[in-house]
């Protein structure tokens, strides 16, 4: 079975843990780096991404984050962790992991007045999934190996690149659990397998001085 783990450092990471507990899954809420080392794979929830970057302050978690992948941990970025995983970021530009290759745009679907629910279909099954987008980031760029799993009309909402997984919408705040299986199923390859071929380039380092906001905010 595989060890799923949902960082827990801000955001909407109880709903997450719960939507995987409905699967049967034991869910590690995850509040240091060190737990890393025992997870198959990990989500980064959507909440906000700025003070998400204040709160990784606190302990090297763009070090440990880009080692975990590196040797073969799954992801599973949801609006902000979407963000947080791609190549680039713009509106404005800040740092992220880059493992993703992906240019992505923070808060371009509108404001949280824009919020919306709709169905969307997931490209090789034409299954219906149900999306709610918040205050949702863009995927304004994609590179070469990064699959679109499904699109919003002719936007790319969800994608893949080898161990990661990003939306840009809120999988958790549905009963649909189509994408907890397909994380689950993610990690599980790589505990069959031991893949460690997920190397990709590092971004930007977080600059010093960011102070430490701790708040819970379900916008990206």
Known sequence: MARIGVLALQGNFAKHAAAFEELGERVV?????????KLDGLVIPGGESTTLL?????????E????????????????AGAIL???????PEQPSLGLLDAVIRRNAFGRQVDSFETKIALDASQQRLTAVFIRAPRF???GQGVEVLARLGDEPVLVRQNLVLAATFHPELTRDRQLQRMF????????ASGNDDSRHPAA??????????RQRRITC
């Open 184 to 191: 689950i199923d993610m990690a599980s390859e790589r505990v």
């Open 64 to 79: 440990a984050l880009r080692d975990y992948h590196s040797r073969g941990g799954a992801l599973f970025g949801t609006c």
């Open 85 to 91: 995983l791609s190549r680039r970021v713009r509106n």
């Open 54 to 62: 204040n709160l990784m302050r606190d302990e090297p978690w763009f």
């Open 140 to 142: 304004v760029e994609l």
């Open 29 to 37: 809420e995850v509040r240091h780096t060190a737990p890393l080392e």
């Open 204 to 213: 930007d380092s977080i600059p010093p001085g960011l102070a430490a906001e």
